[in-house]
């Protein structure tokens, strides 16, 4: 057996803005989109679609054996945020909001999942991020504050 470590973990992350704010303008959510492709190449992790809405972010990525979740997010809004903030994409101080949702991803399911995530745009024609993310708890079976939402 190698000495090396790895592993295949899919993780479908998803992040919002504060207070669930529509912020980012077309031209925005393209270079934050743009930015996260190539920030994730530069810290070595896989992503292999994202999408950028004017308040939330979609992506998938193959979780590297040297970052958790929690680390991946935290370089992902960190460095996106500040990005935001030193090329001016928003009027205002950009600030993504707390937490995110990190749902595990089978093989199996990459295409419907990398399918979903191109369609945000037509997706949210008809539902709101709130009601998505609901959805998305009910699915993975997730409690918050005691109750399954």
Known sequence: MSSHSHNKIWIHLIWE??????????EARIKVSEFLFNYSKEKTVFMKINFVNSDHVHALIDLPTNLSVEECIKLFKGASSHFINQNRLTQNKFHWGRGYGAFSVSESQILNVVNYIKKQGEHHKGKSFSEEYQLFLEKYNITVNGYNR
């Open 17 to 26: 803005t504060l207070d669930h704010q529509n912020i980012l303008d077309k």
